[in-house]
């Protein structure tokens, strides 16, 4: 049901605005390094790596060589690791982006996105392949990225670093994610959320908004 207090929508990014699918890149890497699949979501696991890229303690450069490291593969490309990294990024529905601009008309639409450099290059690739649209910087006022600000959900302090840069109030805004924990850190600052949960989308969720 529509809130009609609501004047800002944040929007997550993957599997909410772009399908993904996690495991894709631990099995691209396992083929890469001749290693099981579940071997390498441990070692990914067990040396935090999504947290150190993600919050932007690792530069390109750093993960890349972390990867090779914690793989004991020192002969990976860039590319390779590149490739692989982004293998689990894969369509952006043009029919999301229709409902964002639709929404956009109506309220302060944002980003907040736990991700990496690389992930956002590739992205903005997709992006521009499905609807010619350059950068996620042309759909939303803001874009919140977890490396960019030290912070990943569900941290409350990136709910307040987003409402605070953004002047937004937490009770005039709803925020979309398809984490429940992500979900749960938002609601903590009286945010209004939606978990997002397939095969419902957010053009479903948001119908009302919209219209």
């Known amino acids: ?11 997550d990014l993957g599997d909410v605005i772009l399908n993904i699918d996690v495991p894709v890149a631990s099995k691209s890497f396992a083929e890469l390094s001749g290693r099981e699949q579940r071997e390498i979501l441990e070692i990914f696991r067990d040396n935090d790596i999504f947290r150190h890229f993600e919050t932007g303690s690792l530069d390109e450069a750093g993960f890349r060589d ?79 990225l ?22 937004i109030n937490a009770e005039e805004t709803l925020f ?3 984490n429940y924990d992500n979900i749960q850190g938002a609601a903590k600052l009286g945010i209004a959320t939606i978990h997002v949960q397939k095969p419902t989308t957010i053009l479903e969720y948001l119908k009302e908004y919209a219209v």
């Open 146 to 167: 977890s490396y960019e600000m030290g912070l990943m959900k569900p941290d409350t302090r990136i709910y307040q670093k987003v409402l605070d840069q953004a002047g």
């Open 176 to 178: 979309l994610d398809d």
């Open 1 to 11: 049901m529509k809130n009609p207090q609501i004047k800002n929508i944040i929007f």
């Open 66 to 144: 972390f990867v090779r490291k914690i793989l004991d593969f020192s002969d990976l490309s860039d590319e390779a690791i590149d490739t692989a990294w982004n293998s689990l990024l894969l369509d952006l529905p043009p029919e999301r982006v229709e409902l964002l601009q639709k929404l956009a008309t109506k309220y302060r639409i944002f980003l907040l996105s736990n991700t990496s450099s690389i992930h956002i290059t590739q992205v903005n690739k997709i992006l521009k392949a499905s609807t010619g649209i350059d950068r996620l910087e042309d759909l939303f006022e803001i874009v919140f």
